[in-house]
């Protein structure tokens, strides 16, 4: 199992282009949970923050990590590709923040495995 969160800076001017994406994401949410399962993504979500007139995205997820393998991720549709690559912000390298720990009783651990 891993859990990450990635910080990522949204394009100035973009705001409304994301809430676009994330109504998307809503509007579509049976297509993005089989991506998720795709992914042996159990757990993904997108917080939301204005920080000093700069806006940022956050991913976090839980999904499985077994055998140490690298996640798939080419079951990400066009569309998604698309919004990713008009809003987020290339020039910013994205933060990957250190999960120091991971509190998911055993049970569901179980269940990811």
């Not at 000093?52 to 569309?79: A, C, F, P, R």
Request: charged share 35%.
């Amino acid at each position: 199992m891993k859990a990450e969160l990635t910080k990522f800076k949204v394009k100035e001017g973009k705001s409304e282009v994301v809430d676009e994406w994330i109504g998307y994401m809503r509007d579509n949410m049976d297509d993005v949970l089989l991506n998720l399962e795709g992914e042996k993504m159990y757990v993904e979500t997108i917080f939301r923050e204005v920080f000093m007139d700069v806006e940022y995205l956050y991913w976090y997820s839980i999904q499985s990590d077994e055998n140490g393998e690298k996640i798939d991720d080419t079951h990400l549709d066009e569309k998604h590709l698309e919004y990713m690559d008009e809003c987020i912000d290339k020039t910013f390298r994205p933060a990957d923040m250190q999960a120091e720990v991971v509190m998911l009783p055993e049970h569901l651990r179980q269940l990811i495995r």
